[in-house]
């Protein structure tokens, strides 16, 4: 559980990681949307979308999820798409606007009070964001808040570092940089997902895991560096950073001008209130 004692700390977690999220969303639109698109096409088939249903894309970026979505409840639903980060949401406008997606609205906020109306929404996606939520418990009940009775919740987290890569490769570039303001948020965090499952049982939604070994490339290890490492390290000093991405490198990357390819191991978190 990662709700800090002094709600000081937990605000500073939040506007540091807004900061991270603003600083990498040209690079997310350019490096990473197209890599996540497995765990997103995984994560829609199992949402099942309904022509006239109201979506939530909860930890919305720049729009991956939301864009994907917004089709399959045409002519007459709706996405509402929430995220904390500007910048992202920045992008995520722009790309609807070049798709000429209208049923999909951009709404600054976070899941710990998600703005919508009590029980208005069929169904809540969260690709790849609940892991960097402070307080899950709060958003837990603020899932069961905005669903509807019968609303349907489909998530996706990656597992422990054991069993995905992206998060080993994150978690050994972490050793080296600063300390985050809060702890037990980032990629690695919901690696057992019982405990959030308890949480969403207590705000009324039944849900069960599901797990798949999904994978994406990276052309070679200095682009992986800056995709996955460079803004969390960009404050170390230029030691300090070589001596980061030379352990890094030797921990995962034998041959670092030739690809690798991910294994990441992928969980999903299906339920219904």
Known sequence: MARPDDPSREEAGFR???GVWDGISDLYVREIDNRFQPVIERLINRAALRPGERVLDLGAGTGAVALRAAPLVAPHGSVLAVDPSP?????AEQRSRALAQGQIRFVEGRG???PAETASLDV???????????????VARELGRVLRP???LVAAVWAGPEQCDIVRFQAAAGRFAPMPPVQGVGPGALADPMPFLAQLAAAGIAATVESELLSFTFPDFATAWEVLAGVTTASLARE??????AAVQAEMWAEPNQPRQFQNRTRF???RR
């Open 87 to 91: 910048a992202m949401l920045a992008r």
């Open 240 to 245: 300090r950073r070589a001596e980061a991405q």
């Open 16 to 18: 540091w990681q807004v």
């Open 124 to 138: 809540a996606l969260a690709s790849l964001s609940l892991m960097y939520a402070i307080d899950r418990a709060a």
């Open 269 to 271: 978190i299906a339920g």
């Open 112 to 114: 710990e009070a998600i």
């Open 150 to 152: 019968g609303g349907r």
